[in-house]
T-cell receptor, first 113, second 112 residues
Framework: GAVVSQHPSRVICKSGTSVKIECRSL??????MFWYRQFPKQSLMLMAT?????????EQGVEKDKFLINHASLTLSTLTVTSAHPEDSSFYIC?????????FGSGTRLTVV | SQQGEEDPQALSIQEGENATMNCSYK?????LQWYRQNSGRGLVHLIL?????REKHSGRLRVTLDTSKKSSSLLITASRAADTASYFC????????????FGEGTQLTVNP
């Protein structure tokens, strides 16, 4: 089946720094990647949809200048949290659609201190 | 934006009992899916039911869909302690394109 590899699984960063999260589709081409954020004991909230070779589409209320998404190839999409603050601490998950349906990465636990 | 509501928010049962979780949604859908998430982990796809289907089975899982009521249920029979996790429904619909919209989730605890 389709596999999406997400790294890192955990990251701790200082307030004001930037963090990059990568999602790779290992055995299929992902023209579209979805990025979600999940706060403790809550559901997944879609942040943005990235399309290979074009600008990402952000959901209402998500700052595009703070959450930079790059989808430069059919197998790699990255989310960069810029100038991170403690309130950005969350669980970030990517997802890609393939012929097998939706496949999710294993998630990244971001802690901003 | 979230369109799904799930109930109960939390469910605690004994091993061997059945667990039923419900999900409601607001807009027309193409498919409804159920996912499982262990604490701090990614999502695992459990089952997909199409809008023209009413019931589907997979092992100990049974999913129903009532498009007139815009609701779905997930039944886990003969539950095991390993079934302890959060369960989410997710829909993709005519107005959402290929995006999945998730319900609020049910935290299931199966006590040994």
């Amino acid at each position: 089946g389709a596999v999406v590899s997400q790294h890192p699984s955990r990251v701790i960063c200082k307030s004001g720094t930037s963090v990059k999260i990568e999602c790779r589709s290992l055995d299929f081409q992902a023209t579209t990647m979805f990025w979600y954020r999940q706060f403790p004991k809550q559901s997944l909230m879609l942040m943005a949809t990235s399309n290979e070779g074009s600008k990402a589409t952000y959901e209402q209320g998500v700052e595009k200048d703070k959450f930079l998404i790059n989808h430069a190839s059919l197998t790699l999409s990255t989310l960069t949290v810029t100038s991170a603050h403690p309130e950005d601490s969350s669980f970030y998950i990517c997802s890609a659609r393939s012929s097998h349906g939706y496949t999710f990465g294993s998630g990244t636990r971001l802690t901003v201190v | 934006s979230q369109q799904g509501e799930e109930d109960p928010q939390a469910l605690s049962i004994q091993e061997g009992e059945n667990a039923t979780m419900n999900c409601s949604y607001k807009t027309s859908i193409n498919n409804l899916q159920w996912y499982r998430q262990n604490s701090g982990r990614g999502l695992v796809h459990l089952i997909l039911i199409r809008s023209n289907e009413r019931e589907k089975h997979s092992g100990r899982l049974r999913v129903t869909l009532d498009t007139s009521k815009k609701s779905s249920s997930l039944l886990i029979t003969a539950s095991r302690a390993a079934d302890t996790a959060s369960y989410f429904c997710a829909t993709d619909g005519e107005t959402s394109g290929s995006r999945l919209t998730f319900g609020e989730g049910t935290q299931l605890t199966v006590n040994p």
